[in-house]
Nanobody
Framework: QVQLVESGGGLVQAGGSLRLSCTAS????????MGWFRQAPGKEREFVAA??????????TYTQTVKGRFTISRDNAKNTVYLQMDSLKPEDTGVYSC?????????????????WGQGTQVTVSS
């Protein structure tokens, strides 16, 4: 059974930075597609970023609103995926969760992810 544990959330002022971590146990996720999603109050969970593998190189995917500000990466030795968030905006506020994709398809498709962490709160003040 795969378990995902996120950490690194917190309160930060607009323009600040945070780095989220998602550590997996129960399975080595080196070649799995791992994604970050977020959910703001009263809204549905939305895709933020994902890192996959095409057999030779990693593949990075970002939602348009975070391109150039967020960076997803992985440390295979630690079985951990990171989300570096820079130039944070109040609209980035939400609960950030990492997931492991278990079905082939679009990296941004939430329903293709079957394993999720408990989430970590990110609050950006203006």
């Amino acid at each position: 059974q795969v378990q995902l544990v996120e950490s690194g959330g917190g309160l930060v002022q607009a323009g600040g930075s945070l780095r989220l971590s998602c550590t997996a146990s129960g399975r080595t996720v080196t070649f799995d597609t791992m994604g970050w999603f977020r959910q703001a109050p009263g809204k549905e969970r939305e895709f933020v970023a994902a890192i996959g593998w095409n057999g030779d190189f990693p593949i990075y995917t970002y939602t348009q609103t975070v391109k150039g500000r967020f960076t997803i990466s992985r440390d295979n030795a630690k079985n951990t995926v990171y989300l570096q968030m820079d130039s944070l905006k109040p609209e980035d506020t939400g609960v950030y969760s990492c997931g492991m994709q278990t079905q082939s398809g679009s990296y941004s498709e939430r329903r293709l992810y079957d394993y999720w962490g408990q989430g970590t709160q990110v609050t950006v003040s203006s």
